[in-house]
């Protein structure tokens, strides 16, 4: 797929002296750089949080109730909070 990139001097510059040196290609060593950019990128941003816990959505039961007082007392403050109605 044809691209056209616009370079500043000093990119261009850059890019010869290191195809000069390297023996390759102005065009291979620009391919590889986009590779190695996007490749780091995409393991910087990694999974979302969607993906990482998408094997556990609608896995399992709802939380027991706790038996401690207090705890008791929050859960069903909270459970009767967002019951759903109907």
Not at 53 to 69: I, M, R, V, Y
Not at 72 to 78: N, S, T, V, Y
């Amino acid at each position: 797929m044809p691209l056209t990139v616009c370079l500043t001097p000093e990119e261009e510059a850059l890019l010869e002296a290191v195809s000069r040196q390297s023996a390759r290609s102005q065009d291979d060593l620009v391919r590889q750089g986009i590779r190695e950019i996007c490749q780091r990128l995409l393991e910087q941003t990694g999974p979302t949080p969607y993906a990482l816990g998408q094997d556990l959505f609608g896995a399992g039961h709802l939380a027991n109730e706790p038996t401690d007082p207090a705890k008791r007392q929050i859960w069903e403050a909270l459970h009767a909070k967002h019951r759903r109605l109907g």
